[in-house]
């Protein structure tokens, strides 16, 4: 079926060195290594590689060596492995499956990988309403070929393959032989359809512990599947890609380690670019106030520790926000309750760094008198300067989300380093007015 | 079995909007709301609902209604849901399990609850090795009440429980009648022990593509087993607690909404606290340089905007390598190529906003003479300062997961936030070195 190691071939890498070395060997070692490693070893291991990979391998093999691992793929992942096949080879490689697979992948290709039917699996354990359990039974254990996934739940469909309902497998095992199906099933059964997200279908699965559901077309039909395995994957992808948008850069497409080097400079930069661009608008507002830090320089002493503790203040919210956000645990209408919430806690962190910030100008100044006979004004400046900018940066933080996904966008590109940026700038406007309206007279 | 709406109540809640609305609930409308919902929804709301909300549920019914939802869940959830509730209620709850199911629960509340053996169930399709197929499928068929959760395995136990080899259940379905279970039996099975923590079961589920692994005793015994579905849940659980790190706090142990407030103030204002006074010593090294700013106050225009950039690139960079760890992508021996490839990426990121930052600089100064007469030595500092602060931003980003790792640390404690501020003062100290060196003898 597929090719082995030659015979003459003493050294075998076993499975688990081959796991580990993977990520750092060559394409070429990596074929070598593969058809080094015993049968069966080889198999589990090409099943759990990720489709990207999987692509990678089957297009190194000679083309006559192909066929035997393109048909141990079910029709969801060979599919999935084509799509990240070069194009060139797509139609060889579809030609090698079996006539039924063939048709069943071509159909699945047909979908956006991030919908539901990107995700299904169309082949199913489906029987008739008016079987009796006994024949159900026996009708399954014929038609195993028909179900390459899970026996959890069997599906009960009409003639047009209508969805009638569904019984949980284990029911149709354990009921009385002669009873009918239609006796048994359940009809209020939760479904999705075709070009639903796979965020929602995620969610969907969580809400209601399940851990299969059927996807249905636009007229009712049944065509397939989404098992929870399936679901582990989207969700730590989608926990990946907010991760690096929290992280304040475009999401990658692949792992970090076969990330090409450019293409990750260029979603780093980007970003990068835009926060930079940003940024500059506080060398504008410092500009602005120029004057006064030459009055007073003592003030530039303390620029970095009130931004920055606006932008970490701010990017705890936005972060809280758009993580309970990606749960469903916070919907659009919630904005007022969660602004409410952040104002108490924006007050009591703000309060807190402001009085820490006090003490320390007062003590540092009884040992080392740095700061002029007016440390107490400069105090009391950036105390209330702590408070409010930490208090506009929870503010900002946790609203921001809401005014993204308001606007479509994503609420995660509310990252940090940018919450951070829209601080800086309002940070020093709220200094520095603070520092005129406290000092003017004395220092300024 | 339980407690159902009064016949002469008109208005039934539907389950939708009792999930929608939920959240908002007091504890009362809870109850109010869940009684009113008709007895099959209900029944599928609760066991949707998360242990902590089953907990509170159950013990705000009153004790006589509280049987039959105990009874409804099976042995690891009903576990999960005495550990979370009140103390003093424990032992009357667990009274209303039967028998049977209350040993195993009371076994299984011996687990720490992100560990395997907090995970399993202790249910499992179990057979003989020497039983013929059709003895096993009729077996199985009057068992059904050993295995509530999945039928997708079933496993071959010796007398002493000791697991010998599995069978996929569809395999026993489709084999010959006839054929022995130890003849269609794999014995190379993939298992845990009880006490593996429950981010290295996931990622065994995600290396080998497994939909259920069996978990072993000290003794060889198999005592249950844990199930893909569960799987799911910690991966958001563990994302989650990755997010809210990376965005500079101590991990929620609530959803953001639920939370009580003064915990979670305590959780961010704990490391705002160790943030801000990282971040005093800006102040202090400001203070150590006031000579330099009194004499070129021009100098402190760009403050902000390069220790920002320091920190923003530094986010960018331990937010990619933390998630890779998390996804095991990049171990503790991949630091020297991860450092390699930081280092490129850096050099590159800090030249294009050095370059953009000279050309601001110089373009200003076209249009508004606002820096002097050594406007190209500023430009020049600036520029410098840009590449050399993003790339010990990016550095310091990169590595601080593998130390944090090396010490035994959680790396994703190297959260932006933190990565940022480290950088601040780094970068202000390679400022004020670099304006040292290129402006002494005009400005300085």
């Not at 952040?342 to 040992?367: D, H, T």
Request: hydrophobic residues 45%; glycine residues 6%; charged residues 25%.
């Amino acid at each position: 079926m597929s090719p082995r190691a030659p015979e003459n071939f003493e050294e075998h890498l076993s499975i688990e060195e081959l796991r580990e070395t993977w990520s750092l060997l060559s394409e070429e070692d990596r074929v070598l290594g593969f058809k080094m490693a015993p049968y069966e070893d080889a198999e589990d291991f090409f099943l759990s590689l990720p489709a990207r990979e999987q692509a990678e391998l089957v297009a190194s093999l000679p083309p006559g060596e192909r066929r035997g691992w393109m048909r141990l793929l079910p029709p969801d992942d060979a599919a999935d492995l084509l799509q990240e096949s070069p194009p060139r080879i797509r139609e060889d490689l579809l030609g090698l499956l079996d006539d039924a697979t063939r048709k069943e992948v071509i159909a699945l290709m047909a979908y956006a990988e991030d919908q539901a039917g990107g995700l299904m699996d169309p082949r199913f354990a489906r029987v008739r309403p008016d079987m009796s359990v006994d024949e159900a039974i026996s009708y399954l254990r014929r038609q195993v070929r028909e179900y390459v996934g899970t026996l959890r739940y069997v599906y009960v469909l009409d003639e047009q393959q209508r969805l009638l309902g569904v019984v949980p497998f284990r029911e149709v095992f354990s009921a009385p032989s002669a009873t009918r199906v239609r006796d048994v099933m359940r009809t209020d059964v939760i479904s999705v359809t075709e070009n639903m997200d796979q965020e929602a279908v995620s969610r969907l699965f969580q809400q209601h512990s399940l851990n299969a559901i059927p996807v249905i077309d636009a007229e009712g039909r049944m065509k397939g599947i989404v098992t929870v395995d399936d679901i582990v994957d989207v969700v730590q992808e989608e926990a990946t890609e907010d991760i690096q948008k929290i992280g304040g850069m475009q999401a990658l497409d692949q792992p970090y380690m076969s990330s090409p080097i450019l293409e990750m400079i260029r979603k780093r930069g980007g970003w990068l670019l835009v926060l930079f661009l940003g940024e500059m608008l506080t060398a504008t507002a410092m500009a602005y106030f120029e004057e006064e830090i030459a009055r007073a320089v003592v003030l530039t002493l303390f620029i970095p520790l009130i931004i920055s503790s606006g932008g970490n203040s701010g990017s705890q919210a936005s972060t809280l926000v758009i993580r309970a956000m990606a749960l469903g645990e916070v919907g659009l209408r919630d904005w007022l309750r969660v602004m409410r919430r952040e104002l108490v806690a924006g007050f009591a962190l703000g309060s807190m760094l402001g009085a820490i910030g006090f003490l320390r100008i007062i003590l540092w100044q009884a040992v080392t008198p740095l700061y002029g006979p007016h440390y107490m004004r400069i105090a009391f400046t950036v105390a209330a300067s702590l408070l409010g900018v930490v208090m506009f940066g929870t503010l900002a933080g946790s609203l921001l989300p809401f005014a993204l996904r308001r606007l479509k966008l994503d609420p995660a590109s509310a990252s940090a380093p940018f919450v951070a940026t829209l601080v800086d700038v309002t940070g020093l406007v709220i200094y520095f007015s603070v520092a005129i309206a406290l000092l003017s007279g004395t220092l300024l």
